[in-house]
């Protein structure tokens, strides 16, 4: 048997819509908001996920 580490990587997306000056302005707006918890995305946010996997351990100093 061989030891992997296998990453899980799980993107979560919200749409929000807001009114704004500028591009710039919307996302700063958002940004803040997010960081102030107005908005938690969860589970129901769920877009996709990928596994990836790296070499065996031992195998990892021989890629070079």
């Given at each position: 048997?061989?030891?992997?580490?296998?990453?899980?990587?799980?993107?979560?997306?919200?749409?929000?819509?807001?009114?704004?000056?500028?591009?710039?302005?919307?996302?700063?707006?958002?940004?803040?908001?997010?960081?102030?918890?107005?908005?938690?995305l969860d589970a129901d946010h769920l877009k996709g996920v990928t596994f990836s996997?790296?070499?065996?351990?031992?195998?990892?100093?021989?890629?070079?």
């Amino acid at each position: 048997m061989k030891t992997y580490i296998v990453t899980i990587t799980e993107t979560l997306r919200m749409e929000v819509e807001v009114e704004a000056s500028s591009r710039f302005d919307a996302e700063l707006l958002v940004k803040n908001r997010w960081n102030n918890g107005a908005y938690i995305l969860d589970a129901d946010h769920l877009k996709g996920v990928t596994f990836s996997a790296t070499p065996p351990i031992r195998e990892r100093g021989m890629e070079r």
